[in-house]
């Protein structure tokens, strides 16, 4: 069966967990037999409108889009908006887009709804939603934008586009699915789709990047963060982690990723002598990887004014390498339960900052509580979220409709 897959950023170079996820997902897919082909923007990397190439086997169809991350509010919004136009201009004349059955469209993004719609209507597929943030609502919770405003309604008209054109809606805990219902009684065609991830370790390297080494933190125990730094995550949370655990000279920070609130920390790091902080920008998923073989601890935190029970997607790559997690997050989020009743961590309300600073200290203090956890961790991966499981249940859910 032919695939589409639509992240909106993908690799090689790109250190978003989404990009991770949906190439582990086309591996998967293919590994089945089918064939997934991925269809992504550019992001102003091309000249022409549409490139194909391929890695590791996979097919991917880049099309020409203005880059999104990094370009400031008004640029991305644009940016987006843009997404379906500049994919369907690139693909409307590809002989074999007639071909195919399943698409699987990704969201926080929301403007691939309108390409969903054309495939769904003109090619006949059936279209899986991969939904992980509920946008625009959590901007509204955050405050950033008033539910009543021109910017929310616009983006409502597509989000709601998006929803309609999806035949079924996956999202990443049952808490999600009752929250959901709540904004959206109207739909029912959704159903749990657990994160995922390649459950392969990656064996401790140091060929493209070496933390260690070169930021001279040999002796360290390293807290590392990776992925999006933005409003979202609440990075001032994490700030406040950094700042506390200043007198303890053998712990450092170690932050990685791209995100509106980037120039926030790298500020507070001036500001704020944070010397026990090194902040730097997003690198490719091979050295990623690598990274994660070096550290000791990983970090997560998500706003406390979070509606949504998020589980981000950053702890799959830490639990895959056995990392004990560490973090806090918006109150009632079951991904507290989850993380502290695996014992693969310590997942705390944002705001306590004395419970987070006392679990953090005791991981720096305890190589074997380390090592215990993050080995709970792996194990609770290994259970609980396979990409293997994933993938057949995109499937099985298409096969169920054609019954």
Aim: aromatic content about 12%; charged content about 20%.
């Amino acid at each position: 069966m032919k695939i589409a897959l639509f992240p909106d950023d993908y690799l090689p170079d790109s250190t978003l967990v989404h990009a991770k996820m949906f190439h582990e997902l086309a591996l998967e897919l293919k590994r089945l037999g089918h064939e997934p082909i991925i269809i992504t923007p550019s992001h102003g990397k091309q000249t022409k409108r549409l490139q194909v190439d391929y890695l590791d086997g996979v097919e991917i169809w880049r099309f020409r889009n203005p880059p999104m991350r990094g370009q400031g509010k008004v640029k991305r919004v644009i940016s987006e908006t843009l997404l379906s136009l500049n994919a369907f201009l690139a693909i409307k004349n590809v002989k074999d887009v007639s071909s195919f059955e399943l698409c699987i469209n990704y969201s926080p993004t929301i403007f691939f709804g309108p390409l969903m719609h054309w495939f769904k209507r003109k090619v006949k597929t059936f279209n899986y939603l991969v939904l992980r943030d509920m946008f625009p609502q959590w901007v509204i919770d955050e405050g950033l934008i008033s539910a009543k405003s021109p910017v929310a309604s616009y983006f409502r008209f597509f989000e709601k586009f998006n929803y309609n054109a999806s035949d079924c809606i996956g999202l990443m805990s049952p808490a999600n699915v009752d929250y959901f219902r709540v904004l959206h009684p109207y739909y029912n065609n959704l159903q749990v789709l657990r994160n995922w991830a390649d459950i392969n370790p990656v064996s401790r390297s140091s060929q493209l990047i070496d933390i260690r080494k070169t930021y001279d933190l040999n002796d360290k125990v390293i807290f590392f963060y990776g992925g999006n730094i933005g409003h979202a995550q609440d990075m001032r949370n994490l700030l406040r982690l950094v700042k506390n655990m200043a007198p303890y000279s053998n712990a450092h920070f170690l932050f990685i990723g791209q995100g509106d609130e980037f120039a926030l920390v790298k500020q507070a790091i001036t500001v704020e002598s944070l010397n026990n902080l090194t902040l730097l920008p997003s690198i490719n998923q091979d050295a990623y990887k690598e990274v994660l073989t070096q550290v000791d601890i990983g970090l997560f935190s998500l706003a406390k004014t979070h509606k949504a029970h998020n589980f981000p997607g950053k702890l799959l790559g830490y639990m895959l390498q056995s990392l004990p997690i560490l973090g806090s997050v918006n109150k009632g989020n079951d991904v507290i339960d989850f993380i502290n009743g695996q014992g693969a961590g310590w997942a705390c309300i944002n705001g306590e900052d004395e419970e987070l600073l006392t679990a953090a200290i005791n991981l720096l203090k305890d190589k074997a509580l380390r090592v215990e956890m993050g080995m709970r961790g792996y194990e609770t991966l290994k259970a609980n979220f396979s990409v293997e499981a994933a993938a057949q249940q995109i499937i099985d859910t298409f096969l169920e409709s054609k019954k």
